[in-house]
């Protein structure tokens, strides 16, 4: 079945870094656009970047130019590399194939607080 696995988050400091992992199983990686998404407390979940099976890239403007995502498809693997983090970034981080909104898995908790 499809199962995604979230790492990487922690609690940094603002300005600071994080680099998630997501490991994805279950369906052909290498040919599916895939995407992370973030929920912060008493929010909805909302997209924040996209990449699609060839590589190309979109953001959501909250976060361009600070988060970058990449994939390894020997992997089975997308990346979501943020720098210059705000508070205003503190949420659980899920990954998903692009535009489906069933099978998340547990996401990683990324805290920015001084």
């Known amino acids: 079945q499809v199962r995604f696995v979230e790492s990487g988050g922690g609690l940094v400091q603002p300005g600071g870094s994080l680099r998630l992992s997501c490991a994805a199983s279950?369906?052909?990686?290498?040919?599916?656009?895939m995407s992370w998404y973030r929920q912060a407390p008493r929010k909805q979940r909302e997209w924040v970047a996209f990449i699609s099976s060839g590589g190309s890239t979109n953001y959501a403007d909250s976060v361009k130019g600070r988060f970058t995502i990449s994939r390894d498809n020997a992997k089975n693997t997308v990346y979501l590399q943020m720098n210059s983090l705000k508070p205003e970034d503190t949420a659980v981080y899920y990954c998903n194939r692009a535009g489906i909104s069933i099978d998340w898995g547990q996401g990683t908790q990324v805290t920015v607080s001084s």
């Open positions: 279950g369906f052909t990686f290498s040919s599916t656009p």
